[in-house]
C-alpha cells in the first residue's frame, strides 16, 4: 500500500508561481508512474500532468502545456508539479497519483489526500 502525501499549495496572485511536492512511501518509488490530477469545483478530476517511472516522458494537458513542470527524484521518493504563470482557471484541488504500472496517461490507482490552489485574479 503506497502513501502519498502532497504539499505546497496555497493562494497566489494571477501570474504567480507555485511548486507543489508529493512525497511517497509503502511502494518502490521508482517503479511506478506518477501524475497530478486537479479537481475545480463542480468538475471532473483531470489529469494535469504524468511521468515517467525514469523521469524521461511526461504528458501535459493543453491548458497546462508550456506553464506547468512535473519532475520526479526517485532518490527522495518525490514528484513535483511547478506551476507558473498561473491563472485563476487553475483554482483546483491539486491531487498526486500513482500509476498501477508504467502508464503515466491512465490507469492510476493510489492518491493523496490534495492540496488547495487558489489563484486570484
Known amino acids: 500500500q503506497v502513501q502519498l502525501v502532497e504539499s505546497g499549495g496555497g493562494l497566489v496572485q494571477a501570474g504567480g508561481s507555485l511548486r507543489l511536492s508529493c512525497a511517497a512511501s509503502g511502494r518502490t518509488f521508482s517503479r511506478y508512474a506518477m501524475g497530478w490530477f486537479r479537481q475545480a469545483p463542480g468538475k471532473e478530476r483531470e489529469l494535469v500532468a504524468g511521468?515517467?517511472?525514469?523521469?524521461?516522458?511526461?504528458y501535459y494537458a493543453d491548458s497546462v502545456k508550456g506553464r506547468f513542470t512535473i519532475s520526479r527524484d526517485n532518490a527522495k521518493n518525490t514528484v513535483y508539479l511547478k506551476m507558473n504563470s498561473l491563472k485563476p482557471e487553475d483554482t483546483a484541488v491539486y491531487y498526486c497519483?500513482?500509476?498501477?504500472?508504467?502508464?503515466?496517461?491512465?490507469?492510476?490507482?493510489?492518491w493523496g489526500q490534495g492540496t488547495q490552489v487558489t489563484v486570484s485574479s
Open positions: 497519483a500513482q500509476s498501477k504500472g508504467g502508464s503515466y496517461v491512465s490507469d492510476f490507482g493510489s
Open positions: 511521468v515517467s517511472r525514469s523521469g524521461g516522458n511526461t
